[in-house]
Protein backbone atom coordinates (compact mmCIF):
# COMPACT_ATOMS: atom_id res chain seq x y z
CA UNK A 1 0.00 0.00 0.00
CA UNK A 2 1.31 3.50 -1.13
CA UNK A 3 0.80 6.65 1.52
CA UNK A 4 1.48 9.99 -0.24
CA UNK A 5 4.32 12.40 1.66
CA UNK A 6 5.39 15.54 0.74
CA UNK A 7 6.29 16.81 -2.70
CA UNK A 8 9.43 18.25 -3.35
CA UNK A 9 11.77 19.50 -6.77
CA UNK A 10 14.57 17.71 -8.20
CA UNK A 11 16.61 18.26 -11.37
CA UNK A 12 17.01 15.60 -13.77
CA UNK A 13 19.40 15.27 -16.67
CA UNK A 14 17.40 14.35 -19.73
CA UNK A 15 20.56 12.29 -21.31
CA UNK A 16 20.98 9.82 -18.21
CA UNK A 17 18.87 10.64 -15.49
CA UNK A 18 21.07 11.78 -13.07
CA UNK A 19 19.21 13.27 -9.72
CA UNK A 20 20.59 16.19 -8.67
CA UNK A 21 19.03 18.72 -5.74
CA UNK A 22 20.02 22.08 -7.47
CA UNK A 23 20.38 23.23 -11.08
CA UNK A 24 24.32 22.40 -12.64
CA UNK A 25 24.53 23.64 -16.28
CA UNK A 26 26.86 20.52 -16.68
CA UNK A 27 25.47 17.00 -15.78
CA UNK A 28 28.15 15.67 -13.12
CA UNK A 29 27.16 12.32 -14.55
CA UNK A 30 27.50 12.26 -18.52
CA UNK A 31 28.94 15.52 -18.80
CA UNK A 32 26.11 17.05 -20.69
CA UNK A 33 25.58 20.38 -20.82
CA UNK A 34 21.82 22.22 -20.47
CA UNK A 35 20.23 18.50 -19.70
CA UNK A 36 19.02 19.38 -16.42
CA UNK A 37 15.31 19.96 -16.12
CA UNK A 38 13.27 20.46 -13.67
CA UNK A 39 10.40 18.12 -12.24
CA UNK A 40 8.64 17.99 -9.41
CA UNK A 41 8.17 14.40 -8.00
CA UNK A 42 5.83 13.18 -4.61
CA UNK A 43 8.03 10.75 -2.23
CA UNK A 44 5.81 7.88 -1.18
CA UNK A 45 6.17 5.25 1.90
CA UNK A 46 5.49 2.10 0.84
CA UNK A 47 4.59 -0.92 3.01
CA UNK A 48 4.49 -4.69 2.26
CA UNK A 49 2.39 -7.46 3.21
CA UNK A 50 3.90 -10.39 5.26
CA UNK A 51 4.14 -12.99 2.46
CA UNK A 52 5.39 -16.57 2.76
CA UNK A 53 7.66 -16.95 0.15
CA UNK A 54 8.95 -20.79 -1.36
CA UNK A 55 12.67 -21.18 -3.92
CA UNK A 56 11.61 -23.12 -6.81
CA UNK A 57 14.02 -25.78 -7.53
CA UNK A 58 15.82 -24.89 -11.16
CA UNK A 59 14.65 -28.17 -12.85
CA UNK A 60 11.00 -28.14 -12.05
CA UNK A 61 11.19 -24.44 -14.31
CA UNK A 62 8.72 -24.83 -16.94
CA UNK A 63 10.28 -23.53 -20.51
CA UNK A 64 7.54 -24.84 -22.48
CA UNK A 65 5.97 -21.60 -22.89
CA UNK A 66 8.52 -19.54 -24.36
CA UNK A 67 7.95 -20.89 -27.68
CA UNK A 68 9.21 -18.48 -30.22
CA UNK A 69 6.42 -17.11 -32.51
CA UNK A 70 8.07 -16.47 -35.61
CA UNK A 71 7.01 -12.98 -37.45
CA UNK A 72 7.42 -14.03 -41.24
CA UNK A 73 10.23 -11.63 -41.82
CA UNK A 74 13.37 -13.92 -41.58
CA UNK A 75 16.02 -10.52 -40.91
CA UNK A 76 14.05 -9.77 -37.82
CA UNK A 77 13.37 -12.67 -36.61
CA UNK A 78 17.22 -13.49 -37.04
CA UNK A 79 18.08 -10.20 -35.37
CA UNK A 80 15.79 -11.14 -32.58
CA UNK A 81 17.22 -14.66 -31.36
CA UNK A 82 14.85 -16.66 -34.27
CA UNK A 83 11.02 -14.88 -33.13
CA UNK A 84 9.39 -13.15 -30.82
CA UNK A 85 9.13 -13.83 -27.19
CA UNK A 86 5.86 -14.51 -25.44
CA UNK A 87 6.01 -11.25 -22.49
CA UNK A 88 9.16 -9.51 -23.72
CA UNK A 89 9.11 -6.14 -24.04
CA UNK A 90 11.20 -5.00 -27.28
CA UNK A 91 12.86 -0.90 -27.71
CA UNK A 92 13.39 -0.21 -31.20
CA UNK A 93 15.50 2.96 -31.94
CA UNK A 94 16.64 4.84 -34.47
CA UNK A 95 16.72 8.23 -36.20
CA UNK A 96 13.50 10.26 -37.41
CA UNK A 97 12.46 8.90 -41.08
CA UNK A 98 14.65 5.81 -41.10
CA UNK A 99 11.54 3.71 -40.98
CA UNK A 100 10.56 2.11 -37.49
CA UNK A 101 7.19 2.49 -37.97
CA UNK A 102 6.49 0.80 -41.42
CA UNK A 103 9.28 -1.91 -40.41
CA UNK A 104 6.39 -2.46 -37.20
CA UNK A 105 3.46 -1.75 -39.05
CA UNK A 106 5.09 -4.94 -41.70
CA UNK A 107 6.03 -7.13 -38.43
CA UNK A 108 2.17 -6.34 -36.80
CA UNK A 109 0.75 -7.67 -40.35
CA UNK A 110 2.54 -10.94 -40.33
CA UNK A 111 1.53 -12.04 -36.46
CA UNK A 112 -2.11 -10.93 -37.11
CA UNK A 113 -2.78 -12.67 -40.07
CA UNK A 114 -0.77 -15.69 -38.65
CA UNK A 115 -1.45 -15.50 -35.03
CA UNK A 116 -3.53 -13.39 -32.94
CA UNK A 117 -4.26 -9.35 -32.32
CA UNK A 118 -2.39 -6.64 -32.65
CA UNK A 119 -3.02 -3.13 -31.11
CA UNK A 120 -0.71 0.18 -32.78
CA UNK A 121 -1.06 2.26 -30.18
CA UNK A 122 0.43 5.85 -31.67
CA UNK A 123 0.36 9.18 -30.57
CA UNK A 124 2.20 10.80 -33.30
CA UNK A 125 0.25 10.20 -36.10
CA UNK A 126 -3.80 10.26 -36.94
CA UNK A 127 -6.03 7.09 -37.83
CA UNK A 128 -5.70 8.65 -41.59
CA UNK A 129 -2.03 8.79 -41.66
CA UNK A 130 -1.54 5.17 -40.48
CA UNK A 131 -4.08 3.74 -42.81
CA UNK A 132 -2.47 5.59 -45.90
CA UNK A 133 0.65 4.42 -44.84
CA UNK A 134 -0.97 1.09 -44.45
CA UNK A 135 -2.28 1.39 -48.30
CA UNK A 136 1.15 2.41 -49.43
CA UNK A 137 2.60 -1.06 -47.76
CA UNK A 138 -0.62 -3.53 -48.89
CA UNK A 139 -1.16 -3.96 -45.04
CA UNK A 140 -5.09 -4.83 -44.85
CA UNK A 141 -6.37 -2.99 -42.45
CA UNK A 142 -8.96 -4.85 -40.91
CA UNK A 143 -6.25 -7.08 -39.39
CA UNK A 144 -4.67 -4.70 -37.26
CA UNK A 145 -6.26 -2.36 -34.63
CA UNK A 146 -5.33 1.30 -34.05
CA UNK A 147 -5.61 3.52 -31.17
CA UNK A 148 -4.49 7.08 -31.10
CA UNK A 149 -3.67 7.59 -27.09
CA UNK A 150 -1.08 9.17 -25.24
CA UNK A 151 -2.38 8.53 -21.62
CA UNK A 152 -1.00 5.55 -20.53
CA UNK A 153 -3.76 4.80 -17.90
CA UNK A 154 -6.26 5.01 -20.22
CA UNK A 155 -3.95 2.73 -23.27
CA UNK A 156 -4.10 0.26 -20.00
CA UNK A 157 -7.44 0.56 -19.51
CA UNK A 158 -8.11 -0.65 -23.14
CA UNK A 159 -5.48 -3.69 -23.29
CA UNK A 160 -6.69 -5.42 -20.19
CA UNK A 161 -10.03 -5.51 -21.23
CA UNK A 162 -9.03 -7.48 -24.61
CA UNK A 163 -5.25 -8.75 -24.12
CA UNK A 164 -3.97 -8.09 -27.46
CA UNK A 165 -0.73 -10.64 -28.55
CA UNK A 166 1.42 -7.74 -29.71
CA UNK A 167 1.48 -4.28 -28.44
CA UNK A 168 3.13 -1.05 -30.47
CA UNK A 169 3.79 1.94 -28.42
CA UNK A 170 4.78 4.53 -31.30
CA UNK A 171 6.23 6.13 -29.73
CA UNK A 172 7.20 5.70 -25.77
CA UNK A 173 8.35 9.54 -25.52
CA UNK A 174 4.47 11.12 -26.19
CA UNK A 175 3.13 8.67 -23.37
CA UNK A 176 2.54 10.17 -19.94
CA UNK A 177 0.71 9.00 -16.96
CA UNK A 178 -1.27 11.12 -14.73
CA UNK A 179 0.76 9.99 -11.55
CA UNK A 180 3.43 12.54 -12.24
CA UNK A 181 3.09 16.11 -12.85
CA UNK A 182 6.10 16.13 -15.17
CA UNK A 183 5.79 16.59 -18.81
CA UNK A 184 5.70 14.10 -21.12
CA UNK A 185 9.15 12.68 -22.58
CA UNK A 186 10.86 13.51 -19.91
CA UNK A 187 13.31 11.06 -17.83
CA UNK A 188 10.68 10.59 -14.87
CA UNK A 189 7.67 9.79 -17.38
CA UNK A 190 9.92 7.45 -19.85
CA UNK A 191 10.65 5.56 -16.65
CA UNK A 192 7.53 5.20 -15.22
CA UNK A 193 5.62 4.47 -18.59
CA UNK A 194 8.03 2.07 -19.35
CA UNK A 195 8.12 -0.04 -15.83
CA UNK A 196 4.07 -0.06 -16.56
CA UNK A 197 4.03 -1.61 -19.81
CA UNK A 198 6.76 -3.79 -18.31
CA UNK A 199 4.75 -4.77 -16.02
CA UNK A 200 1.49 -5.77 -18.15
CA UNK A 201 3.53 -7.48 -20.50
CA UNK A 202 4.96 -10.09 -17.65
CA UNK A 203 1.86 -10.57 -16.34
CA UNK A 204 -0.63 -11.23 -19.41
CA UNK A 205 2.38 -12.53 -21.79
CA UNK A 206 1.44 -10.10 -24.29
CA UNK A 207 4.60 -8.84 -26.40
CA UNK A 208 5.31 -5.01 -26.38
CA UNK A 209 6.86 -2.75 -28.37
CA UNK A 210 8.04 0.62 -27.49
CA UNK A 211 9.56 2.89 -30.43
CA UNK A 212 12.19 5.08 -29.45
CA UNK A 213 13.21 8.59 -30.59
CA UNK A 214 16.99 9.22 -30.78
CA UNK A 215 19.06 12.34 -29.58
CA UNK A 216 21.53 14.43 -31.61
CA UNK A 217 24.21 11.96 -30.59
CA UNK A 218 23.01 8.96 -31.87
CA UNK A 219 21.75 7.76 -28.23
CA UNK A 220 17.92 6.97 -27.36
CA UNK A 221 16.33 9.49 -25.48
CA UNK A 222 16.50 8.20 -21.65
CA UNK A 223 19.20 5.57 -22.67
CA UNK A 224 20.40 4.67 -19.62
CA UNK A 225 16.79 4.12 -18.39
CA UNK A 226 15.46 2.56 -20.80
CA UNK A 227 18.13 -0.07 -22.04
CA UNK A 228 18.11 -1.42 -18.77
CA UNK A 229 14.89 -2.02 -18.61
CA UNK A 230 13.77 -3.79 -21.43
CA UNK A 231 14.47 -7.38 -22.76
CA UNK A 232 15.86 -6.17 -26.19
CA UNK A 233 17.32 -2.58 -27.58
CA UNK A 234 17.21 -2.66 -31.34
CA UNK A 235 18.79 -0.08 -33.55
CA UNK A 236 17.66 0.50 -37.32
CA UNK A 237 20.17 2.11 -38.79
CA UNK A 238 20.91 3.75 -42.28
CA UNK A 239 21.54 7.05 -44.17
CA UNK A 240 18.91 8.58 -46.14
CA UNK A 241 20.14 8.77 -49.33
CA UNK A 242 20.97 4.74 -49.24
CA UNK A 243 18.18 2.47 -49.77
CA UNK A 244 19.96 0.05 -46.98
CA UNK A 245 18.25 -0.35 -44.10
CA UNK A 246 20.42 -2.24 -40.87
CA UNK A 247 18.95 -3.67 -38.05
CA UNK A 248 21.32 -4.42 -35.16
CA UNK A 249 21.10 -5.94 -32.02
CA UNK A 250 22.38 -3.93 -28.99
CA UNK A 251 20.83 -6.07 -26.01
CA UNK A 252 18.81 -9.29 -26.13
CA UNK A 253 17.73 -11.64 -23.08
CA UNK A 254 16.77 -13.99 -25.44
CA UNK A 255 19.54 -14.31 -27.86
CA UNK A 256 22.91 -13.02 -29.64
CA UNK A 257 23.67 -9.79 -29.28
CA UNK A 258 25.84 -9.50 -32.36
CA UNK A 259 23.02 -10.49 -35.33
CA UNK A 260 21.54 -7.81 -37.75
CA UNK A 261 19.33 -8.00 -40.43
CA UNK A 262 19.58 -5.76 -43.39
CA UNK A 263 16.76 -4.34 -45.58
CA UNK A 264 15.88 -2.37 -48.67
CA UNK A 265 13.42 0.43 -48.75
CA UNK A 266 11.01 0.49 -51.41
CA UNK A 267 8.38 2.46 -51.95
CA UNK A 268 5.81 -0.71 -50.89
CA UNK A 269 8.07 -0.67 -47.65
CA UNK A 270 10.96 -2.89 -46.49
CA UNK A 271 12.25 -5.74 -48.61
CA UNK A 272 14.40 -8.50 -47.05
CA UNK A 273 17.75 -9.05 -47.96
CA UNK A 274 18.25 -12.53 -48.95
CA UNK A 275 21.95 -12.52 -50.18
CA UNK A 276 23.63 -9.07 -48.64
CA UNK A 277 27.00 -9.74 -49.48
CA UNK A 278 26.35 -9.86 -53.40
CA UNK A 279 24.03 -7.13 -53.30
CA UNK A 280 26.98 -4.37 -51.47
CA UNK A 281 29.55 -5.81 -54.00
CA UNK A 282 27.31 -5.43 -57.23
CA UNK A 283 28.05 -2.25 -58.32
CA UNK A 284 32.20 -2.85 -57.26
CA UNK A 285 34.46 -1.01 -59.31
CA UNK A 286 37.34 -3.13 -60.78
CA UNK A 287 40.77 -2.42 -61.01
CA UNK A 288 40.43 1.18 -59.36
CA UNK A 289 42.99 1.81 -56.69
CA UNK A 290 42.03 1.95 -52.81
CA UNK A 291 39.37 -0.63 -53.64
CA UNK A 292 39.54 -4.53 -51.60
CA UNK A 293 37.10 -6.61 -50.12
CA UNK A 294 36.92 -7.88 -46.92
CA UNK A 295 34.66 -9.94 -44.62
CA UNK A 296 32.95 -8.56 -41.20
CA UNK A 297 31.19 -11.42 -39.37
CA UNK A 298 27.90 -10.14 -37.80
CA UNK A 299 26.45 -12.21 -35.20
CA UNK A 300 26.57 -15.50 -37.72
CA UNK A 301 26.56 -14.16 -40.78
CA UNK A 302 29.61 -13.10 -42.75
CA UNK A 303 29.55 -9.81 -45.27
CA UNK A 304 31.43 -9.72 -47.88
CA UNK A 305 31.93 -5.71 -48.03
CA UNK A 306 33.80 -3.00 -50.45
CA UNK A 307 36.25 -1.04 -48.61
CA UNK A 308 37.55 2.19 -50.83
CA UNK A 309 40.07 4.67 -49.05
CA UNK A 310 41.18 7.58 -50.80
CA UNK A 311 44.41 9.29 -50.44
CA UNK A 312 45.22 12.64 -51.63
CA UNK A 313 47.80 16.17 -51.12
CA UNK A 314 46.24 18.08 -48.32
CA UNK A 315 45.27 21.50 -49.33
CA UNK A 316 44.90 23.05 -45.74
CA UNK A 317 47.71 23.15 -42.98
CA UNK A 318 45.64 20.30 -41.25
CA UNK A 319 45.65 16.85 -43.21
CA UNK A 320 42.53 15.38 -42.91
CA UNK A 321 40.70 12.12 -41.78
CA UNK A 322 37.45 11.16 -42.75
CA UNK A 323 35.48 7.62 -42.00
CA UNK A 324 32.50 6.08 -43.08
CA UNK A 325 31.50 2.55 -41.38
CA UNK A 326 35.14 2.25 -39.78
CA UNK A 327 35.62 3.61 -36.06
CA UNK A 328 37.67 6.66 -36.68
CA UNK A 329 40.23 6.08 -33.79
CA UNK A 330 40.77 2.81 -35.20
CA UNK A 331 41.53 4.39 -38.74
CA UNK A 332 44.18 6.76 -36.67
CA UNK A 333 45.68 4.47 -34.88
CA UNK A 334 45.98 2.08 -38.69
CA UNK A 335 46.99 5.15 -40.31
CA UNK A 336 50.25 5.22 -37.68
CA UNK A 337 51.14 1.57 -37.82
CA UNK A 338 51.22 2.35 -42.25
CA UNK A 339 53.72 5.19 -41.07
CA UNK A 340 55.75 3.51 -38.82
CA UNK A 341 55.77 -0.20 -40.12
CA UNK A 342 55.46 -0.17 -43.69
CA UNK A 343 57.10 3.20 -44.84
CA UNK A 344 53.79 4.68 -46.07
CA UNK A 345 53.96 8.18 -45.08
CA UNK A 346 50.65 9.63 -45.41
CA UNK A 347 51.25 11.81 -43.02
CA UNK A 348 50.82 15.16 -45.20
CA UNK A 349 48.12 13.66 -47.23
CA UNK A 350 44.12 13.60 -46.44
CA UNK A 351 42.94 10.41 -46.04
CA UNK A 352 38.95 9.30 -46.96
CA UNK A 353 38.09 5.39 -45.79
CA UNK A 354 34.74 4.39 -46.78
CA UNK A 355 32.47 0.88 -46.44
CA UNK A 356 30.59 0.72 -48.87
CA UNK A 357 26.36 0.78 -48.78
CA UNK A 358 26.52 2.32 -45.66
CA UNK A 359 27.48 -0.73 -43.28
CA UNK A 360 28.91 0.28 -39.81
CA UNK A 361 31.86 -1.93 -39.14
CA UNK A 362 33.17 -2.68 -35.45
CA UNK A 363 35.68 -5.73 -35.65
CA UNK A 364 39.45 -5.16 -36.12
CA UNK A 365 39.26 -8.53 -38.54
CA UNK A 366 39.04 -5.69 -41.44
CA UNK A 367 42.46 -3.93 -39.92
CA UNK A 368 44.54 -5.70 -43.17
CA UNK A 369 41.42 -4.82 -45.55
CA UNK A 370 41.96 -1.04 -44.14
CA UNK A 371 45.78 -0.43 -44.43
CA UNK A 372 45.82 -2.61 -48.14
CA UNK A 373 43.27 -0.22 -49.47
CA UNK A 374 45.29 3.13 -47.94
CA UNK A 375 48.56 1.82 -49.70
CA UNK A 376 46.73 1.05 -52.69
CA UNK A 377 45.39 4.50 -53.22
CA UNK A 378 48.48 6.20 -51.65
CA UNK A 379 50.52 4.44 -54.40
CA UNK A 380 47.89 4.40 -57.32
CA UNK A 381 47.74 0.32 -57.56
CA UNK A 382 45.03 -0.96 -57.58
CA UNK A 383 44.64 -4.65 -55.59
CA UNK A 384 43.96 -7.60 -56.98
CA UNK A 385 40.09 -7.83 -57.05
CA UNK A 386 39.67 -11.41 -57.00
CA UNK A 387 41.28 -11.46 -53.81
CA UNK A 388 39.37 -11.28 -50.31
CA UNK A 389 41.40 -9.97 -47.19
CA UNK A 390 41.01 -11.08 -43.22
CA UNK A 391 42.90 -9.99 -40.67
CA UNK A 392 43.85 -7.93 -37.51
CA UNK A 393 47.14 -6.03 -37.37
CA UNK A 394 49.30 -5.36 -33.95
CA UNK A 395 51.11 -2.21 -33.46
CA UNK A 396 54.18 -4.36 -34.42
CA UNK A 397 52.77 -4.45 -38.09
CA UNK A 398 51.95 -8.30 -37.48
CA UNK A 399 48.98 -9.70 -38.91
CA UNK A 400 46.79 -11.36 -36.46
CA UNK A 401 44.33 -14.70 -36.27
CA UNK A 402 40.49 -14.08 -36.25
CA UNK A 403 37.86 -15.91 -35.29
CA UNK A 404 35.33 -18.15 -37.44
CA UNK A 405 38.17 -17.85 -40.45
CA UNK A 406 35.94 -20.88 -42.01
CA UNK A 407 32.73 -19.22 -42.27
CA UNK A 408 34.82 -16.48 -43.88
CA UNK A 409 36.36 -18.11 -46.43
CA UNK A 410 32.96 -20.18 -47.32
CA UNK A 411 31.52 -16.76 -47.94
CA UNK A 412 33.78 -15.83 -50.52
CA UNK A 413 33.96 -19.22 -52.07
CA UNK A 414 30.64 -19.17 -52.44
CA UNK A 415 30.59 -15.60 -54.47
CA UNK A 416 32.99 -17.00 -56.91
CA UNK A 417 36.58 -15.19 -55.15
CA UNK A 418 39.93 -16.59 -56.57
CA UNK A 419 41.97 -16.11 -53.15
CA UNK A 420 41.79 -15.46 -49.57
CA UNK A 421 44.49 -13.64 -47.79
CA UNK A 422 44.25 -14.57 -44.08
CA UNK A 423 46.63 -14.51 -41.30
CA UNK A 424 49.43 -17.22 -40.91
CA UNK A 425 48.03 -18.49 -37.73
CA UNK A 426 44.59 -19.05 -39.11
CA UNK A 427 46.27 -21.19 -41.92
CA UNK A 428 47.71 -23.49 -39.83
CA UNK A 429 44.23 -23.98 -37.86
CA UNK A 430 41.93 -24.96 -40.92
CA UNK A 431 40.51 -28.53 -40.97
CA UNK A 432 38.24 -27.82 -44.32
CA UNK A 433 39.13 -28.29 -47.63
CA UNK A 434 38.11 -25.71 -49.73
CA UNK A 435 38.18 -24.71 -53.97
CA UNK A 436 39.01 -21.26 -53.21
CA UNK A 437 43.31 -20.66 -52.88
CA UNK A 438 44.17 -19.36 -49.09
CA UNK A 439 47.05 -17.39 -48.70
CA UNK A 440 48.60 -16.55 -45.27
CA UNK A 441 50.70 -13.58 -44.44
CA UNK A 442 52.39 -12.58 -40.95
CA UNK A 443 52.91 -9.19 -41.91
CA UNK A 444 51.39 -5.79 -43.58
CA UNK A 445 54.56 -5.99 -45.68
CA UNK A 446 54.18 -9.24 -46.84
CA UNK A 447 50.51 -8.68 -47.78
CA UNK A 448 51.43 -5.57 -49.86
CA UNK A 449 54.30 -7.74 -51.76
CA UNK A 450 51.07 -10.42 -52.32
CA UNK A 451 48.10 -8.47 -53.36
CA UNK A 452 49.11 -5.24 -54.97
CA UNK A 453 49.78 -5.98 -58.54
Known sequence: MLTPNKTKTIYICQACGHHSLRWVGKCPDCGTWNSMTEERVTKRKRTFAKQKMTPTPLGEVDVQDEDRVKTGLKEFDRVVGGGVIKGSVVLVGGDPGIGKSTLLLQISEKIASGYDKVLYITGEESLKQIRLRSERL?????????????????????????????????????????????????????????????????????????????????????????????????????????????????????????????????????????????????????????????????????????????????????PQRVSSGIDYKRLSLLLAILEKRADVSVGAFDVFVNVAGGVKIEEPAVDLGTMVAIASSFKDIPADNRSVLLGEVGLGGEVRAVNQIERRIKEAEKLGFKNCIIPQGNLKALNQRFNIKISGVKSIKETFDLILI
Open 138 to 318: KIIPDKIEILTETNLDLILEVLRQDIPFMVVIDSIQTTYTQNLESTPGSISQIRECAHKLINFAKETGSSVFLVGHVTKDGSIAGPKVLEHMVDTVLYFEGEKNHIYRILRTVKNRFGSTNEIGIFQMQEYGLEEVENPSLLFLSERAKDISGSVVVCSLEGTRPLLLELQALVSPSTYGM
